[in-house]
């Protein structure tokens, strides 16, 4: 090989190494390219979707492009799961996925998609607490009395949730099991037809998210009457907790959080990752978030699929437990 053509084949190799090391922060710049499809599992309107909605206005003034709700409900959360498990894993089409998705491999009996395998972790957002809330016409102004009611009438109430295995479920599932109480449960596509069915009377009670039966406790149409924080919440300071009640030590929410499909560039999942920590810390998400009794956390993808690990499982030993499975 003659000097000048050695030269130019180094320059080329050098050049390649420096488009190699570049190309992830170029990527991360050059991305979003279109507007992105954020998929949430449960109907619109309901607790998951007032907080995805939030988030997807925040990031669609921070990233430039519109950021899209896509509402996929239907199987505990499945249906979104397995859609953005099989998009183009090119950051355009995200899950806002909330514990469900750590109920389910331990709940059904098979799975159309591997959530470790088929989903990549980005962050997780936001925790919501779980309310025990009663339809007015039940007579009981606090836990006990309520226990006491449905002990009394075994097998007379009901219990909504937004489907089955999910954690508005499981949580119903679980005080009712602590306390002896005979009811059945009926579950819904999302937590907003449940309440809707709960203010006029179809069904009893419920463990349903905070900020999906807020609006009904302001109004009087559901009675709060213990929240599943481990501490009583700020804005319901004068309302139990169930573990100072009749569950010591028991504690229960719905977090949340963001996957893309399996394969996403890393450059890209750090750029999510970024932006979505970003719009958690601002002031305005943050004040619109706590109206809603939600509380934001933020995290690096690492953390996150760390915590995945550590919930399928936890709920695995839980659902074991109570003996759910679902088809």
Not at 105 to 110: E, G
Not at 134 to 154: L, R, S
Not at 315 to 320: P, S
Request: net charge neutral; glycine share 8%.
């Amino acid at each position: 090989m003659n000097p000048i053509h050695r030269r130019a084949c180094l320059a080329l190799a050098a050049g390649g190494a420096l488009a190699a090391l570049a190309a992830p922060g170029a990527l991360a710049q050059s991305y979003p390219a279109k507007p992105i499809t954020m998929v949430v599992p449960f109907p619109p309107g309901g607790p998951t979707d007032m907080v995805a909605r939030l988030l997807a206005q925040k990031l669609s003034e921070q990233m430039g492009q519109p950021v899209v709700v896509d509402n996929k409900p239907g199987a505990n959360g499945n249906i979104g799961g397995l859609q953005v498990s099989r998009a183009p894993a090119d950051g355009h089409t995200l899950l806002y996925n909330t514990s469900s998705i750590t109920l389910s491999p331990a709940l059904y009996k098979s799975m159309q998609y591997d959530v470790l395998r088929d989903l990549a972790p980005v962050v997780l957002t936001a925790v919501v607490p779980l309310a025990l809330v009663v339809n007015p016409a039940v007579p009981a102004n606090n836990v006990q009395e309520f226990v006491a009611y449905a002990k009394a009438n075994p097998g007379k109430l009901s219990y909504g949730s937004a489907g089955n295995g999910n954690v508005t479920h499981l949580a119903a599932y679980q005080f009712a099991r602590a306390q002896g109480i005979e009811a059945t449960h009926v579950p819904y596509r999302g937590s907003a037809p449940a309440d809707v069915d709960l203010a006029a009377g179809q069904i009893q009670f419920m463990t349903d998210t905070i900020n999906s039966v807020m609006a009904f406790v302001k109004d009087k149409r559901m009675k709060l009457l213990a929240v599943t924080t481990a501490r009583r919440m700020s804005l319901f300071p004068d309302v139990p907790t169930l573990a100072e009640t009749v569950m010591p030590g028991f504690e229960a929410g719905a977090w949340q959080g963001v996957m893309v499909p399996a394969g996403t560039p890393a450059a890209v999942v750090q750029r999510l990752n970024a932006e979505i920590n970003k719009a958690l810390q601002s002031a305005d998400v943050r004040d619109k978030l706590a109206v809603q009794g939600a509380e934001p956390l933020g995290s690096t993808p690492e953390e996150y699929g760390t915590y995945v690990r550590k919930e399928l499982a936890g709920w695995a030993t839980v659902v074991k437990a109570t003996g759910v499975t679902l088809e």
